[in-house]
């Protein structure tokens, strides 16, 4: 992937001079360790670490596709492994089916689109630049065909080919399987067998299977809302290995099931803080007692690896597969130590030891996030110095705002002065219509205040009120300035120069008088350190008239 976390959360790209060899990074999807990989004969990318691939995630790329100079031919079936699939989404008792495509961010030049031919509300056409940091999710009508999604314009070989590779559709003579969490999950794979005392959502036409009919009473399941033809529930296994539940699932999913993996938890000692709900930060002092637990029934194991990331030290310890074992590991070594069962270093127990803990929360704002003209993204936070710039590139629509991020409990006041003063109170509910309601209040050079208590208020003012109080030079003298700014790009320098002093006759105070545009003007003539002598003339007249306008007027 080209992607990745560093240690203060903030997106790197592996070709940038900020990637370094040896660092740790971080997956911004499944969260797992990653690290960079670069050289004369590989694109530079970041790679998960060994044994904790998660090939289900959405950045996961097996490591042949980066293993050839770019711009070489990739093999279809190398793609297909890191294709796209289907998501469910789950509201109560509706449901849906969604696509979700990865982020566009640097993988197309100009302008380029994805068509959807079968989205839920009929055919569907996007701009890349909507697909930002987390992608974008495309509802989708059941089909049994596959899914094609077209990818048009200058878009980068490796993500088009990702994108246009064919979605398997519905099943129409086997449910399809999909895992279970409260809002949905991605279907799978048909190599993956069901575990017992796992949850499911089977989606399957009811035309053509009667799944109900002979169902095993022990199976729990809740039925949903019918779509046309195709029905769907949410079943859950039992803990334990019943037969009827097997022949079942063999008949109608065409699939095996295993008993769970045992799993690694910490007894003691009572973690300080977790990290991203993952990592368990713990004193230096304590002594760690873990556990391996799992359920009836659950797979044997053999070995637990104990592993210090920073000083690459291993340790083994040897079981007989008991379930439930408590295991004294005593204090471990300073920096992250992951502990795990046999190959599933994937579900290890993560554990960072410090020698001291300080509780210091990192509050980002009130922050604004959106485009500029060239499609990059930039944030900005409302106490920022910036900010009152930030606003300015909203009014000059050379900035589309896309979202704000309130923390939770901070409340947004927006107050519109005009003939009467209007106020509207928003909160991180409604995020993504505050950007909405900005956009078009400052798009139409309102006067704005907006207040965020504590975490910073600023006032915009109309540029058109900015500049009533403002001096300004002639139409004429603006032309006579932009052609000397262009003639010093653009003319051949082999004559004789000399160096800028002009800038000195004026008293940089009083610039702030004048308009903006007038502003940026002189600023950008005040960066020129050297002019040829035959322009001296034309520089001086021009300098000369601004200095006559404003000693003029102060």
Same mark, same amino acid.
Not at 166 to 184: E, H, Q, V
Not at 200 to 214: F, Q, S
Not at 279 to 292: D, K, M, N, P
């Given at each position: 992937?080209?992607?990745?976390?560093?240690?203060?959360?903030?997106?790197?790209?592996?070709?940038?001079?900020?990637?370094?060899?040896?660092?740790?990074?971080?997956?911004?999807?499944?969260?797992?360790?990653?690290?960079?990989?670069?050289?004369?004969?590989?694109?530079?990318?970041?790679?998960?670490?060994?044994?904790?691939?998660?090939?289900?995630?959405?950045?996961?790329?097996?490591?042949?596709?980066?293993?050839?100079?770019?711009?070489?031919?990739?093999?279809?079936?190398?793609?297909?492994?890191?294709?796209?699939?289907?998501?469910?989404?789950?509201?109560?008792?509706?449901?849906?089916?969604?696509?979700?495509?990865?982020?566009?961010?640097?993988?197309?030049?100009?302008?380029?689109?994805?068509?959807?031919?079968?989205?839920?509300?009929?055919?569907?056409?996007?701009?890349?630049?909507?697909?930002?940091?987390?992608?974008?999710?495309?509802?989708?009508?059941?089909?049994?065909?596959?899914?094609?999604?077209?990818?048009?314009?200058?878009?980068?070989?490796?993500?088009?080919?990702?994108?246009?590779?064919?979605?398997?559709?519905?099943?129409?003579?086997?449910?399809?399987?999909?895992?279970?969490?409260?809002?949905?999950?991605?279907?799978?794979?048909?190599?993956?067998?069901?575990?017992?005392?796992?949850?499911?959502?089977?989606?399957?036409?009811?035309?053509?299977?009667?799944?109900?009919?002979?169902?095993?009473?022990?199976?729990?399941?809740?039925?949903?809302?019918?779509?046309?033809?195709?029905?769907?529930?949410?079943?859950?296994?039992?803990?334990?290995? !019943?037969?009827?539940?097997? =022949?079942? @699932?063999?008949?109608?999913? /065409?699939?095996? *099931?295993?008993?769970? +993996?045992?799993?690694? %938890?910490?007894?003691?000692?009572?973690?300080?803080?977790?990290?991203?709900?993952?990592?368990?930060?713990?004193?230096?002092?304590?002594?760690?007692?873990?556990?391996?637990?799992?359920?009836?029934?659950?797979?044997?194991?053999?070995?637990?690896?104990?592993? !210090?990331?920073?000083?690459? =030290?291993? @340790?083994?310890?040897?079981? /007989?597969?008991? *379930?439930?074992?408590? +295991?004294?590991?005593? %204090?471990?070594?300073?920096?992250?130590?992951?502990?795990?069962?046999?190959?599933?270093?994937?579900?290890?127990?993560?554990?960072?030891?410090?020698?001291?803990?300080?509780?210091?929360?990192?509050?980002?704002?009130?922050?604004?996030?959106?485009?500029?003209?060239?499609?990059?993204?930039?944030?900005?936070?409302?106490?920022?110095?910036?900010?009152?710039?930030?606003?300015?590139?909203?009014?000059?629509?050379?900035?589309?705002?896309?979202?704000?991020?309130?923390?939770?409990?901070?409340?947004?006041?927006?107050?519109?002065?005009?003939?009467?003063?209007?106020?509207?109170?928003?909160?991180?509910?409604?995020?993504?219509?505050?950007?909405?309601?900005?956009?078009?209040?400052?798009?139409?050079?309102?006067?704005?205040?907006?207040?965020?208590?504590?975490?910073?208020?600023?006032?915009?003012?109309?540029?058109?009120?900015?500049?009533?109080?403002?001096?300004?030079?002639?139409?004429?003298?603006?032309?006579?300035?932009?052609?000397?700014?262009?003639?010093?790009?653009?003319?051949?320098?082999?004559?004789?120069?000399?160096?800028?002093?002009?800038?000195?006759?004026?008293?940089?105070?009083?610039?702030?008088?004048?308009?903006?545009?007038?502003?940026?003007?002189?600023?950008?003539?005040?960066?020129?350190?050297?002019?040829?002598?035959?322009?001296?003339?034309?520089?001086?007249?021009?300098?000369?008239?601004?200095?006559?306008?404003?000693?003029?007027?102060?």
């Amino acid at each position: 992937m080209e992607w990745a976390l560093d240690a203060n959360k903030q997106h790197v790209h592996a070709s940038s001079p900020e990637a370094i060899r040896g660092i740790s990074y971080i997956c911004p999807r499944c969260k797992k360790d990653t690290f960079l990989r670069k050289g004369k004969k590989r694109v530079p990318h970041f790679a998960h670490v060994s044994g904790q691939t998660n090939i289900n995630c959405e950045l996961y790329i097996p490591p042949a596709i980066y293993a050839t100079q770019m711009g070489e031919k990739i093999s279809v079936d190398a793609v297909s492994e890191r294709s796209l699939d289907i998501y469910l989404d789950l509201v109560k008792d509706s449901w849906s089916l969604d696509i979700k495509i990865p982020s566009a961010i640097g993988q197309y030049e100009g302008s380029a689109f994805l068509k959807f031919p079968f989205a839920w509300e009929g055919e569907r056409t996007i701009p890349l630049s909507s697909i930002r940091t987390n992608g974008k999710r495309i509802r989708i009508r059941l089909q049994t065909r596959d899914y094609r999604v077209l990818v048009s314009g200058d878009v980068r070989n490796e993500w088009k080919m990702k994108v246009e590779y064919p979605i398997k559709g519905i099943d129409k003579i086997i449910p399809t399987a999909f895992y279970y969490s409260r809002l949905g999950g991605r279907r799978l794979t048909e190599n993956i067998p069901l575990q017992w005392g796992e949850t499911y959502v089977l989606v399957w036409d009811n035309h053509e299977i009667k799944i109900l009919h002979g169902m095993p009473p022990m199976l729990a399941f809740r039925k949903l809302q019918d779509q046309n033809n195709w029905s769907v529930m949410i079943v859950k296994l039992p803990v334990s290995y !019943n037969k009827s539940v097997e =022949q079942w @699932i063999k008949r109608f999913l /065409n699939r095996s *099931i295993t008993f769970p +993996l045992p799993e690694v %938890k910490l007894v003691t000692p009572i973690p300080e803080r977790m990290i991203d709900q993952e990592i368990a930060v713990i004193s230096s002092t304590a002594r760690v007692v873990i556990a391996v637990v799992g359920a009836e029934g659950a797979k044997k194991w053999s070995t637990i690896y104990v592993q !210090n990331l920073d000083e690459k =030290q291993e @340790i083994r310890h040897l079981g /007989n597969g008991e *379930i439930p074992v408590l +295991l004294s590991i005593g %204090k471990l070594p300073l920096g992250r130590t992951d502990i795990w069962l046999d190959d599933d270093r994937e579900s290890a127990l993560r554990l960072v030891c410090q020698d001291t803990i300080k509780l210091i929360p990192k509050i980002n704002g009130v922050v604004f996030q959106g485009v500029n003209l060239a499609d990059i993204e930039e944030t900005y936070s409302l106490h920022s110095t910036e900010a009152i710039e930030f606003f300015r590139k909203i009014q000059e629509y050379k900035f589309t705002l896309t979202d704000v991020y309130l923390p939770n409990g901070v409340s947004l006041t927006i107050k519109l002065f005009g003939n009467q003063l209007n106020e509207m109170i928003v909160s991180n509910e409604n995020s993504t219509e505050i950007a909405s309601i900005l956009n078009k209040l400052l798009g139409q050079d309102k006067h704005v205040y907006l207040d965020a208590g504590g975490f910073g208020n600023v006032e915009i003012l109309p540029i058109a009120l900015i500049n009533a109080n403002k001096l300004s030079m002639s139409p004429r003298w603006r032309e006579q300035m932009r052609w000397i700014l262009i003639t010093l790009k653009t003319m051949n320098h082999k004559e004789i120069m000399i160096k800028n002093d002009n800038m000195k006759k004026v008293d940089m105070m009083k610039i702030n008088h004048f308009n903006k545009l007038d502003q940026d003007l002189l600023l950008n003539f005040s960066k020129i350190r050297f002019i040829p002598k035959s322009m001296l003339p034309y520089v001086k007249a021009s300098i000369n008239e601004y200095i006559r306008k404003s000693v003029k007027k102060y």
